[in-house]
């Protein structure tokens, strides 16, 4: 299995708080990527990155921010955290171009 | 953007009968990947491909550029093979994936 972890694994937070999650590969993939699944959705892209510094937004951007200091980390961010982001978030790593993509063991996030 | 759809959504199966789940895309893609999800949340990736048909145990997919299809087939179905399994597909330089809805598969004895 490729070496993906998230931290935390389950939190639960109230509204108007920040929330950072963090995704962390031992593979040295150079992309990385932020998901959320919900019911009744497909996984939809939250932001990815292509390299370290290199971050772009996917189609449910609004309300996150991301940061990639290093090869190896992945941060999700909520600014202020809303009932509409609970959700569960998965990170997942590649290659460029066409590849097999290996996804974390998720984060279940409730905001109350 | 590219609309992925997953026929059927639920599908129940008895132990040893061969299943196929279905998936097609409305735009050109360089690879479509399926991935399986079991209860308790992790995802697997299965497959990748762009042409063909490619198999790994009992499970096969095969993928119609022309018609925009791809379907996955179980053989000899065991109850350990019940999960969700998603079809998501990539277009051009392909990192970036538009994923299905999911087909929950239920094998019982």
């Known amino acids: 299995d490729a070496g993906i972890t998230q931290s935390p694994r389950h939190k639960v937070t109230e509204t108007g708080t920040p929330v950072t999650l963090r995704c962390h590969q031992t593979e040295n993939h150079r992309y990385m990527y932020w998901y959320r699944q919900d019911p009744g959705h497909g996984l939809r892209l939250i932001h990815y990155s292509y390299g370290v510094k290199d971050t772009d937004k996917g189609e449910v951007s609004d309300g996150y921010s991301v940061s990639r200091s290093k090869t190896e980390d992945f941060l999700l961010t909520l600014e202020s955290a809303t009932s509409s982001q609970t959700s569960v978030y998965f990170c997942?790593?590649?290659?460029?171009?066409?590849?097999?993509?290996?996804f974390g063991p998720g984060t279940r996030l409730t905001v109350l | 953007k590219n609309e992925v759809e997953q026929s059927p959504q639920n599908l129940t199966a008895q132990e040893g009968e061969f299943i196929t789940i279905n998936c097609s895309y409305s735009?050109?893609?360089?690879?479509l990947h399926w991935l399986q999800q079991h209860p308790g949340g992790g995802i697997v990736s299965l497959f990748m491909?762009?042409?063909g048909k490619k198999k790994h145990g009992r499970l096969i997919a095969t993928i119609n550029i022309q018609e925009k299809h791809s379907s996955l087939h179980i053989t000899a179905s065991h109850p350990r093979d019940s999960a969700v399994y998603i079809c998501a597909v990539g277009a051009g330089t392909a990192s970036k994936l538009t994923f299905g809805t999911g087909t929950r598969l239920q094998v019982t004895l």
């Open positions: 997942a790593i590649s290659e460029p171009g066409p590849d097999t993509q290996y």
């Open positions: 735009v050109g893609i360089s690879a």
């Open positions: 491909l762009s042409s």
